[in-house]
């Protein structure tokens, strides 16, 4: 099992999961801008920062490889999370 502390090994070794990760960060950031200064405005547009998040979310766990292997499901569901939770 991938722990948070691998996970950074792997994104200060390879530029390209640094890249993804702050995608997926950077995302979700734009993403809870958005919704805090007006919640009930423009909805659709909410709706398609949040799904834009998920999305990089989810591409960033699955290019993640540790020993060798992609991550199991339960591992990429921790990498979201830390991914997501970064920004608190």
């Given at each position: 099992m991938?722990?948070?502390?691998?996970?950074?090994?792997?994104?200060?070794?390879?530029?390209?999961?640094?890249?993804?990760?702050?995608?997926?960060?950077?995302?979700?950031?734009?993403y809870?801008s958005?919704?805090?200064?007006?919640?009930?405005?423009?909805?659709?547009?909410?709706?398609k920062?949040?799904?834009?998040?998920?999305?990089?979310?989810?591409?960033?766990a699955?290019?993640?490889?540790?020993?060798?292997?992609?991550?199991?499901?339960e591992?990429?569901?921790?990498?979201?999370?830390?991914a997501?939770?970064?920004?608190?």
């Amino acid at each position: 099992m991938i722990t948070e502390k691998d996970l950074q090994e792997l994104t200060n070794d390879k530029p390209e999961v640094v890249r993804a990760y702050h995608e997926a960060v950077n995302a979700v950031m734009d993403y809870l801008s958005a919704i805090r200064p007006r919640l009930s405005r423009n909805v659709a547009r909410l709706r398609k920062k949040q799904f834009a998040a998920t999305t990089k979310l989810v591409r960033f766990a699955q290019r993640v490889v540790f020993n060798g292997r992609r991550l199991s499901e339960e591992d990429k569901v921790l990498v979201r999370r830390w991914a997501a939770g970064a920004l608190t």
